[in-house]
């Protein structure tokens, strides 16, 4: 069973930055889909980024340039760089790999 947590959410400033950490246990990690969505409250959830199976990475236009998603595949961990963060960036952020879901972390940006 595919068990995924996230970590490294909380409130920060316009402008600040924060790292968001996906740590996946039994799954064959480097092969499957991953990637990192949000939810604003009211809103429909909408993919952030994207490493597709063929190792490709996608951006959702809003964050090309600020935003970048990494993977260690040794340590089974996912990872979300999020730089010159602006308040729509505020929502809650899940971790997906292959079908399996975190429960969330949630990112607030405010002054």
């Known amino acids: 069973q595919v068990q995924v947590v996230e970590s490294g959410g909380g409130l920060v400033q316009p402008g600040g930055s924060l790292r968001l950490s996906c740590t996946v246990s039994g799954s064959i990690f480097s092969i499957l889909v991953k990637g990192w969505y949000r939810q604003a409250p009211g809103q429909q959830r909408e993919v952030v980024a994207v490493i597709g199976g063929d190792g490709i990475i996608k951006y959702v236009d809003s964050v090309k340039g600020r935003f970048t998603i990494t993977r260690d595949n040794a340590k089974n961990t996912l990872y979300l760089q999020m730089d010159s963060l602006i308040p729509e960036d505020t929502a809650d952020y899940y971790c997906?790999?292959?079908?399996?879901w975190g429960q969330g972390t949630q990112v607030t940006v405010s002054s």
């Open positions: 997906r790999v292959g079908t399996a």
